[in-house]
């Protein structure tokens, strides 16, 4: 199971990369969390969380409508499908950051080496 406090933590912050909720764009960042997907495929079991690999970031919004909204289970995961494709693409930009803190920058590494997506 991959677990990374500081992965998570690249989440305070950032814009939503969900953007279902109408109340997203009023959000600007303030309540962003890393969400993790609820699939079986990602690791999901009763009262235990997906890797950390497999998160996106969401506001508080977005991430309440995954997980407790009336989407089906086909909308959720074409939903998650398509905002974790922009999270690599964000991970990816942190990687390739000279300017950023290095432990934002190891943290985008590691989870991008892990899923063995290339970068830089």
Known sequence: MYRDKNL???????????N?????????????VACHDNSLESGKGMALKADDSKTVWGCYHCHQLLDQGDLSHEDKKAIFKTAFARQIEEWTKIAESPLLRPWKVEAARKVLDHLGVKYG
Do not use: V
């Open 8 to 18: 998570l933590n690249l989440a305070e912050g950032q814009e939503c990369l969900f």
């Open 20 to 32: 279902i909720s109408r109340r997203c764009w009023t959000d600007e960042g303030s309540t962003t």
